[in-house]
């Protein structure tokens, strides 16, 4: 029964070891996202994630943002 309960956390833990960890140390160590040193290293990863993204190539004219639809 215990086993069960742990089962998602296992599951996240296959899937995205590191994620998991860093997510984990950063709960046990009381780190705030909104500190400097998170806060500057995410604003990093994110500039460096958009730039790699950006350049990914031609999209075929498709958009990446919400479309409206209108149903009869």
Same mark, same amino acid.
């Given at each position: ?24 140390? @950063?709960?046990?160590?009381?780190? !705030?996202?909104?500190? $400097? ?7 990093? /990863? %994110?500039? @460096?994630?958009?730039?790699?993204? !950006?350049?990914?190539? $031609? ?7 919400? /479309? %409206?639809? @209108?149903?009869?």
């Amino acid at each position: 029964m215990f086993v069960d309960e742990l089962a998602p956390i296992f599951k996240e833990l296959v899937q995205h070891p590191v994620s998991f960890l860093g997510g984990f140390v @950063s709960g046990v160590l009381r780190l !705030s996202l909104a500190d $400097d040193p998170v806060k500057s290293w995410l604003d990093r /990863q %994110s500039d @460096s994630s958009s730039y790699n993204s !950006s350049t990914s190539g $031609d999209r075929n004219g498709k958009t990446s943002g919400p /479309q %409206s639809i @209108s149903i009869d």
